[in-house]
């Protein structure tokens, strides 16, 4: 069983940033690829950002590209995600999660099988 914490939320102006934190417990996190994804209201969860285990290939919606980064840190057993340049339409709860296996579709939430609780971004205009 895996546990995924995530952490760093919150209220921002549009144009400003937050660094998201989803924190990993309960396998080798290195075992893992993870992923991003978020909900807005009246909206289906959707794909944000996944990076393989070591780090080394990261993938992300169009939307987000050149604005979203995201990072591992295997040492720490955490993924981050840096969100730049914030638009009111990011605003949404944003999900960690967590993939055993290999060769999955990244954009696909059936190929993760853990979950995260959720932290709410909110990006006001």
């Known amino acids: 069983q895996v546990q995924l914490v995530e952490s760093g939320g919150g209220l921002v102006q549009a144009g400003g940033s937050l660094r998201l934190s989803c924190a990993a417990s309960?396998?080798?996190?290195?075992?893992?690829?993870m992923g991003w994804f978020r909900q807005a209201p009246g909206k289906e969860r959707a794909f944000v950002a996944a990076i393989n285990r070591s780090g080394g290939s990261t993938y992300a919606v169009d939307s987000v590209k050149g604005r979203f980064t995201i990072s591992r840190d295997n040492a720490k057993n955490t993924v981050y995600l840096q969100m730049n340049s914030l638009k009111p339409e990011d605003t949404a709860v944003y999900y960690c999660a967590a993939a055993m296996a290999y060769g999955l579709r990244w954009n696909s939430l059936r190929s993760y099988d853990y979950w995260g609780q959720g932290t709410q971004v909110t990006v006001s205009s």
């Open positions: 309960g396998r080798p996190f290195s075992s893992l690829a």
